[in-house]
């Protein structure tokens, strides 16, 4: 896997997917970062089917482990995650997206999950 020269390699969604490592439990962390300012707003698991609906539809989906299903964002909320690029590390096992974020991100109401920090 990967490319030595550090350039960006654009694929097919199929070679895309074929370099996803997926863990034991058939999941892969997927991190949501804002694609104009490079603001991380939230890291979620995807599973296969919800990796491959993204690409289709361009819409953030990703996998609820508390309630084990199919979780669109902003299907409830109207916080929705349209995606501008997706990503995968050298690993294969962590995806980027770089998305146009609707609202808040975070299921507090929060623009970012990230608002906690350790104390200096």
């Known amino acids: 896997m990967g490319n030595d020269s550090g350039q960006n390699e654009q694929l ?6 074929a370099l996803v490592r997926f863990n034991d439990d058939g999941l892969v962390p997927a991190i949501a970062q804002q694609y104009d300012t490079n603001e991380v707003l ?18 953030a989906c990703y996998w609820s482990r508390s309630r084990q299903a199919f979780w669109r964002k902003g299907d409830t909320s109207g916080h929705s995650q349209h995606i501008k690029s997706i990503e995968i590390d050298c690993d294969g096992d962590t995806i980027l997206l770089k998305i146009d974020q609707v609202g808040a991100a975070c299921h507090t109401g929060a623009r970012s999950c990230f608002f906690t920090s350790l104390k200096d």
Do not use: C, D, V
């Open 12 to 17: 097919s969604a199929q070679e895309f997917m």
């Open 42 to 59: 939230m890291m979620a698991w995807m599973t296969k089917e919800t990796l491959e609906e993204t690409i289709a539809t361009k819409r």
